[in-house]
């Protein structure tokens, strides 16, 4: 891997997934995850299955409403705003509600027209 600028908690991640589904993603239950929570919600993986990348993102920043808008336009809009959903219930001290609440705002997570 000359020249790569993947961490190497970013390729464990993304080996350990590749080993589960076969789908090359975190997976549970046989679905890859697209988000994978960092930091107590402060930051965030995001898979994007189009360009096979997994970037580490600060979830209040405006690559992350980039990387959610790009996915989202690509159709997983619903599978990512379900994730979110999960994440704010299963870590309610993390953030994850003013999250989706912020990729809200930005429209990040509409529909396709």
């Not at 107590?40 to 980039?66: H, M, W």
Request: with cysteine; proline share 4%.
């Amino acid at each position: 891997m000359a020249g790569s600028k993947q961490s190497k908690t970013s390729r464990a991640s993304v080996r350990a997934g590749a080993g589960a589904g076969g789908a090359g993603g975190i997976s549970a239950l046989g679905e890859v995850k697209y988000l994978i929570p960092l930091n107590r919600g402060r930051n965030c993986y995001v898979r994007n299955v189009s360009s096979g990348q997994t970037p580490n993102l600060k979830t209040d920043s405006e690559a992350f409403i980039e990387q959610i808008r790009t996915l989202s336009a690509a159709g997983q809009g619903g599978r990512i705003r379900a994730e979110l959903e999960q994440l704010a219930a299963d870590l309610p001290d993390q953030g994850w509600d003013a999250t989706l609440k912020r990729l809200d705002e930005a429209e990040a997570l509409a529909a396709p027209a």
